[in-house]
T-cell receptor, first 114, second 114 residues
């Protein structure tokens, strides 16, 4: 069975300060892990993806995430927050056979204070 | 290369009417997924389809909801006799292959039931 936990439902940071959005997963298989972003009233956009290559994954807009198997974590980071980063962020896990459905975390809402 | 397209973007229905949501996957993608996002909640999987086949509909409500992905044309999510609780954003995603492939999301259809 698979599951995804996003430890913070809401994160607030000041513009120019680092961003950390936490994600922990459980999976019986070697997982593929994703981060998606959803801006208000918009569809989801892929930020980055981990599929058992390099453990540090770089994505778009300066985001990156590190896969830590020992901690079953895939936290999303960015060195310096921008106002346009304010959005909902979803951590997603997919594993098993190709017919397994992907599991979305509940989401973390990021606010950026000017 | 056009992304995943969904229409309509907004749909208003009165209780008891039918809602039809359409999804055209990215070119070359033969796998389609439908998700529902209720207000203040994360995404929930509904159904996974390949061309002319329903692979996994474990997330679909047992009544009033149906989905298809014909050989030609878009995937359709159909909701009969809509109720206020059906008001949500419905997202479609497509991928080249199975669930471990990256899913690309459409902009969503926002259904409002009056």
């Amino acid at each position: 069975a698979q599951s995804v936990t996003q430890l913070d439902s809401h994160v607030s940071v000041s513009e120019g300060t680092p961003v950390l959005l936490r994600c922990n997963y459980s999976s019986s298989y070697s997982p593929s892990l994703f981060w998606y972003v959803q801006h208000p009233n918009k569809g989801l956009q892929l930020l980055l993806k981990y599929t058992s290559a390099a453990t540090l994954v770089k994505g778009i807009n300066g985001f990156e995430a590190e896969f830590k198997k020992s901690e079953t974590s895939f936290h999303l980071t960015k060195p310096s927050a921008h106002m346009s980063d304010a959005a909902e962020y979803f951590c997603v896990v997919s594993a098993g056979t190709s017919y397994d459905k992907v599991i979305f975390g509940p989401g973390t809402s990021l606010s950026v204070i000017p | 290369n056009a992304g995943v397209m969904q229409n309509p973007r907004h749909l208003v229905r009165r209780r008891g009417q039918e809602a039809r949501l359409r999804c055209s996957p990215m070119k070359g993608h033969s796998h389609v997924y439908w998700y529902r996002q209720l207000p203040e909640e994360g995404l929930k999987f509904m159904v996974y389809l390949q061309k002319e086949n329903i692979i996994d509909e474990s997330g679909m409500p047992k009544e009033r909801f149906s989905a298809e992905f014909p050989k030609e044309g878009p995937s359709i999510l159909r909701i009969q006799q809509v109720v206020r609780g059906d008001s949500a954003a419905y997202f479609c995603a497509s991928s080249r292959a199975g669930a471990q492939e990256t899913q690309y999301f459409g902009p969503g259809t926002r259904l409002l039931v009056l």
